[in-house]
């Protein structure tokens, strides 16, 4: 049929669409990177555990090689200049979407435990609230679609303490996700409030953002890379109890959004459509032919990728990571939550395996081979590759969430970046899988975590005026004319090859 449908449109003189009609053409943000640095003040939230972490170096000394602690007023302001970030994403590119993140410790900067209906709406900050109405209300002024993130890393300093943990985490009161039954429930919460909140201009929703990238820098390699509150190594019984929670979160929260958004605002027939959004990464053995490289590499794609996203799809649950699901029959409680996966993908890693381990306690995870690693790898074709996975593996419907490069040393590095990825996007469609949007990482020049903004991905880059004054990059003018011409042109590959 589809090939019936292409001659079709050949004799009526049509080229079949690069992209599908209603494509999402974006770029993405996250609440705690972007809002600080407001020109006429302080819009700081104080209340989240990475400001206190970013913001702790008398506290963190063992931590002072890998975090910046730079001002969170350098930050781009956008709390305070959305607006004209809408009007130069909508005018500029033409983008019909943006992501962003409601940040939980704005809604509730003081602790929700025990509170419900009237209780919990007395607790939220009414001004915040009507902060992201106003955001939410000028997205749909200018005709661009909100995919809103209700968890991107952050969590209220009430309910994650991570400097004390990261001192002590045997005898620190507020644990983050290590407290399982409370943090479940009151993230739950959280998610059916702003739900019922802003489900009348909210219709895609994603739960969390990249649930692996807490437990990972968290308590396993903090590293310059990145290192999240607690930043705490080789703790695997606590980072698999970490990873257990995330995935129970999940579907405890796709249901209270399921719950609570009963507004179709956009017309499209559904009240909601909620995912959650996953850092992916093709992995490769160093020698394809050498033994240890192959199942080195086989077993970290399984860890990085599978264990996770099969617990959150499918409601297969591996607890111990030792490449066996606890049971043979999904478990109700999990599986059938997940309306589209959101893919973040920046590389692919080779792996190398050895005789002896790297990291000898890398031993206490079930399944994990001695390995060394290459990342970093500018490697285009692992976002086709991840996608037509998650088609064959998954059958769900996919959203590119991110993907972007830092523009620092040299801005075409960026609009080279956007060109190939959204090609290899195109042939991932073509070639049967669903996904049906991109979003570039990032809109603006952003707080990069624990690297501050020492790293440029923005489509524009941010001054370090008093006013925060954006100017394009390259990219814009280049984004500008795939979303016109719904395809990447012969010319823009020619320029940036994407083999």
């Known amino acids: 049929m589809r090939a019936l449908a292409i001659v079709a449109l050949l004799l009526l003189g049509c080229e079949p669409k690069a992209f599908p009609e209603k494509f999402y053409f974006g770029a993405a943000t996250a609440g705690f990177q972007v809002d600080p640095g407001c020109p006429s003040g302080a819009c700081t939230d104080t209340r989240s555990d990475w400001y206190q972490w970013v913001t702790s170096a008398n506290d963190l000394q063992d931590l002072k090689d890998l975090i910046t602690f730079e001002p969170l007023e350098n930050a781009p302001g956008f709390w305070e200049l959305y607006e004209q970030d809408f009007d130069r994403a909508k005018k500029d590119m033409g983008l019909n ?5 409601i940040e939980w410790s704005r809604i509730f900067p003081n602790a929700t435990d025990g509170l419900e209906g009237a209780a919990l709406t007395a607790a939220a900050d009414g001004a915040n609230v009507a902060a992201y109405h106003a955001q939410f209300a000028a997205m749909k002024a200018r005709g661009i679609t909100p995919l809103v993130t209700i968890h991107h890393y952050t969590l209220p300093v009430w309910i994650h303490d991570g400097v004390a943990c990261h001192k002590d985490l045997a005898s620190c009161t507020n644990r983050g996700w290590l407290d399982h039954e409370r943090i479940v429930r009151e993230i739950a919460k959280y998610s059916g409030f702003v739900a019922n909140e802003f489900g009348g201009e909210v219709d895609l929703w994603a739960t969390q953002n990249e649930p692996f990238a807490v437990v990972l820098p968290g308590f396993l390699l903090p590293s310059k ?16 109890a970490v990873m257990n929670t995330m995935i129970e979160a999940h579907a405890r929260m796709y249901d209270a959004v399921k719950a609570n ?10 009240a909601s459509m909620v995912g959650l959004v996953y850092s992916v990464a093709p992995t490769r053995p160093k020698d394809p032919e050498n033994r240890l490289d192959v199942g080195a590499a086989d077993h970290l794609f399984y860890l990085y990728n599978t264990a996770f996203l099969d617990g959150v799809t499918r409601g297969v649950v591996d607890a111990d990571l030792n490449g066996k699901p606890d049971s043979a029959e999904p478990d109700p409680q999990l599986s059938g939550r997940m309306d589209y996966l959101g893919l973040n993908y920046y590389t692919r890693i080779t792996v190398q395996g050895t005789d002896t381990a790297t990291f ?7 399944n994990f081979d001695p390995f060394t690693l290459e990342l970093w790898e500018d490697y285009p074709k692992g976002i086709y590759d991840i996608q037509l996975f998650v088609k064959d593996r998954y059958a769900i419907p996919m959203i590119i969430t991110e993907t972007g490069t830092d523009g620092a040393p040299g801005e075409e590095r960026i609009e080279s970046w956007l060109v190939r990825h959204l090609e290899w996007t195109k042939r991932a469609i073509k070639d049967g899988a669903d996904t049906r949007g991109f979003f570039y990482w990032s809109l603006t ?6 690297h501050g903004m020492n790293m440029k991905f923005g489509l524009y880059a941010v001054g370090t005026d008093a006013a925060k004054t954006r100017t394009a990059r390259s990219a814009v003018a280049t984004y500008a004319d795939i979303i016109k011409k719904n395809d990447v042109s012969a010319e823009l590959l020619k320029k940036f090859p994407a083999e």
Request: charged share 30%; hydrophobic share 35%.
């Open 360 to 366: 000898p306690a890398l031993s206490a995870i079930s």
């Open 97 to 101: 979407s943006i992501r962003v993140s």
């Open 225 to 240: 890379d990145r290192v999240n509150p607690p930043g705490l190594s080789y703790r695997f019984a606590e980072a698999k």
């Open 445 to 450: 020049d952003n707080y990069e975590w624990n």
């Open 261 to 270: 958004d009963l507004v179709d605002a956009d017309k499209d027939g559904k």
